[in-house]
């Protein structure tokens, strides 16, 4: 059995003296495990870092083998953002999520053409902790479990929604959730408007991400957020607090 595809790296370990046990993110393949004979050397080791794009080509006896992985460099996203650690946060949180949340090779084209635009918001858009949060969104509904934040869940009302239900994922507007707001998770404008985010929104955005995150792809399988996700989310709270006092001082 063989096949040859792109793939984006999302994670790596050690196995034996000299190789590693590599996970891609492949277009046709889904999440696909390979063995790198000699991986551990200085040459291969600066290929499979996380994030970068490569030429694959997978081998095994059987389909179901872990198989052996030849890895090419295509593109090597991870160091554009070596001087950025925010951004090299964002990275490794987004490749740790694809590798506890993805079943093993399971095709999911949109899910690779999706972190492919994120690669690029990271490297260009200056509004990235934005679109990074609509990119976990989005891993949500690719994998099933979409949120409705367009629309309040009782009236169907667009406008003036402020809270999302923590069991449902469906937005509700201010007056509905009034009653209830200490049940309920705040709903950052920029998810449902086209607006900029500031620091506090973000903070409020990776808050709400998570809950579904862990509640409908990590829980399930017995698994915890990824420290890296975690790591993230902290970096992102010294923004939100310079937000604040940015506006106390207007």
């Known amino acids: 059995m063989e096949w040859a595809d ?5 994670a790596v370990r050690r196995h034996g003296e000299s190789g590693l046990i590599v996970e891609l993110l492949t277009r046709e393949h889904g999440r696909h495990l390979g063995f790198v004979r000699g991986g551990q050397s200085p040459k291969r080791r600066s290929v499979l870092q996380p994030g970068n794009l490569v030429a694959a080509a997978w081998r095994g006896r059987l389909a179901e083998h872990l198989g052996t992985i ?9 160091a554009r953002f070596l001087d950025d650690p925010d951004r090299l946060a964002a990275l490794a949180s987004a490749t740790a999520l694809i590798a506890v949340a993805l079943p093993e090779r399971e095709p999911h084209a949109d899910v690779f053409a999706a972190f492919a635009r994120l690669l690029d918001d990271l490297d260009s858009a200056s509004d990235w902790p934005a679109r990074y ?10 994998l099933g479990f979409g949120l409705e934040l367009t629309r309040g869940a009782a009236s169907g009302a667009a406008a003036d929604l402020a809270y999302v239900s923590p069991r449902t994922g469906r937005a509700v507007t201010r007056a509905e959730g009034r009653p209830y707001h200490d049940k309920l998770l705040p709903l950052p404008a920029f998810l449902w408007l086209d607006r900029p985010a500031d620091g506090a929104e973000i903070e409020r955005g990776l808050a ?11 829980l399930p399988q017995g698994r915890r957020l990824p420290p890296a996700r975690a790591r993230l989310a902290l970096r992102m709270r010294p923004r939100a607090a310079a937000d604040t006092i940015a506006r106390s001082a207007v």
Request: with cysteine.
């Open 6 to 10: 792109s793939g984006f790296v999302v």
């Open 70 to 78: 030849a890895c090419e460099l295509l593109r090597a996203h991870a």
């Open 133 to 142: 949060v609509h990119w976990e969104c989005g891993l949500l509904a690719a």
């Open 208 to 218: 709400l991400t998570e809950h579904f995150l862990v509640r409908h792809l990590l």
